[in-house]
């Protein structure tokens, strides 16, 4: 019986890791093949390597990102390798990890088996460059200069919105101009009725310096469409940003204050810290290093800069509640947090990166209590995440097409988001529940904004209107349009 017994034993054990040895055999990726390019001229270092590293690499290896210690944002970089020692042998790809690890021919397999893999051109790309001797550009990559001008006539989104924290204004973009509407108290007729309040339009901001290209008066206030903006936490500052520029207007006077210039293409996203004392902005060529610039608010200079810390454009950002920390996000699918340096001129370091988003990921922010944090993307989700553990608490459905943006309410875990459905909803970030809808969007929402105490929301829409809410109960009170763009007499007013 003993004998029986220790045999079925041995029988079982065996069974038992054949099976696994037949999983794991499930879990191996095939090497990606290469191919003949019947390639007439030799490979080109920035035509042909450097966009395959851009897409697939540099989010992992550039910049203030260099796992296994491995940084590919120069050439020599490149063939230097990291950890693991040299990565390219020149003349011999057959002996260079670099290409042995992205054609899947040796562990560990790069990129990741949960990213996107090289294609059998990418490979054969890779190997042609170093058996050809991984040779160097012959030049640096020289960047064309990019001249915007006035956009046309009839293109008027409202990419940006912005309510004052007191809630009693709202400024807008429409196509290249910033507008302000104020709530305005209607004394009653009668004695004894009570005083109505109505948004009404209240004044356009212009840059009377501003110029075109040719030299003539922009007449607006900026020359590009405007792509951001953001209160200061006292109401005093706006800010405005576009293509390669932001400018710091008084919102009092309606003045121009100050222009920042020098960004690198749009600025997609601004967010002043609690203090007001910083502001952040982000932006970046597409395909490119995602830009972060942060700075000191009263002296407009730099005070810090994240280099490649995204390996796209940056959508958003957001200072947390106690300004230590900053929030980011971008079209490479993150979400990641930096923590801020002590001293101007010091480089904010990496902490967490969250990865879930399966699209751009377009917006980011904290919940009050700096725990939590909520994110919103193309893939049409809002994801909420736990700070502290680095991981996803649970996915936000809703939104039948991409989620534009998300700010929260004050210091609340709600929030409010707006999509390209043509809807903006208000969520809790605490256990995930869609508190209410605003309706009356006709078409493309790109912003929203709220008043810190949630009576105000606003939206800014593709249609040209900015939309304001009651934000306790989703009332539309005011579909705004500045004087020139209000419907004649006899046309139906936009709703």
């Not at 020599?76 to 790809?93: C, E, F, H």
């Amino acid at each position: 019986m003993r004998r029986i017994a220790a045999f079925a034993l041995c029988v079982l054990v065996a069974s038992s890791y054949a099976q696994e040895k037949k999983e794991e055999k499930k879990e191996e990726f095939p090497p990606i093949p290469t191919v003949d390019l019947k390639l007439k001229d030799a490979v080109d270092y920035n035509k042909d390597v450097l966009p395959i590293f851009e897409n697939k690499c540099f989010v992992c290896h550039s910049g203030s990102v260099t796992e296994g210690k491995y940084d590919m944002g120069t050439h020599d970089k490149v063939l230097k390798g990291g950890k693991r020692g040299a990565a390219v042998v020149p003349g011999k790809s057959g002996e260079s990890n670099l290409f042995l690890f992205c054609s899947r021919q040796k562990k560990p397999m790069m990129p990741p088996k949960t990213e996107e893999p090289l294609n059998s051109k990418e490979v054969s790309l890779l190997k042609e460059w170093i058996d050809q001797g991984a040779k160097a550009p012959d030049k640096m990559k020289v960047k064309e200069k990019i001249v915007v001008n006035l956009p046309p006539a009839l293109v008027k989104p409202v990419r940006a919105v912005a309510v004052a924290p007191d809630g009693k204004l709202v400024a807008a973009s429409r196509g290249n101009q910033v507008h302000l509407f104020q709530l305005k108290t209607i004394p009653a007729e009668k004695k004894g009725d009570k005083d109505k309040q109505e948004w009404t339009y209240s004044k356009s901001l212009f840059d009377e310096k501003l110029k075109t290209p040719d030299g003539k008066a922009a007449k607006a206030a900026h020359i590009s469409l405007v792509e951001s903006m953001a209160f200061s936490p006292d109401g005093k500052l706006l800010l405005t940003g576009s293509y390669g520029e932001l400018t710091v207007w008084n919102v009092e006077k309606a003045e121009p204050t100050k222009r920042i210039d020098g960004f690198a293409d749009r600025v997609c996203t601004i967010a002043f810290s609690a203090d007001g004392k910083k502001f952040v902005t982000g932006g970046g060529v597409p395909t490119e290093d995602g830009e972060i610039k942060i700075f000191d608010t009263e002296s407009g200079k730099l005070f810090a800069e994240v280099v490649a810390g995204h390996s796209d454009t940056v959508f958003g950002a957001a200072f947390s509640p106690d300004g230590k920390l900053l929030a980011t996000c971008g079209a490479d699918k993150f979400v990641k947090v930096w923590e801020l340096p002590a001293a101007a001129g010091q480089a904010p370091k990496l902490v967490k990166s969250f990865e879930g988003h399966t699209h751009h990921v377009m917006g980011v922010g904290w919940t009050p209590d700096g725990k939590k944090l909520a994110s919103c993307g193309a893939d049409n989700f809002v994801k909420v995440w736990d700070y502290e553990k680095g991981e996803k608490i649970r996915d936000m459905q809703g939104h039948q097409k991409q989620v534009t943006s998300l700010v929260f309410v004050g210091k609340t875990p709600q929030f409010v988001t707006g999509s390209g459905d043509a809807s903006v909803r208000m969520w809790n970030a605490d256990n995930g529940g869609n508190v209410r809808s605003f309706p009356g969007a006709a078409d493309f929402v790109y912003a929203v904004s709220a008043s810190p105490d949630g009576t105000v929301v606003a939206s800014g829409c593709e249609d040209g209107v900015v939309r304001v809410y009651n934000g306790t109960n989703g009332t539309l009170l005011k579909a705004a349009l500045p004087p020139d763009a209000e419907p004649k007499k006899d046309e139906p007013k936009k709703k």
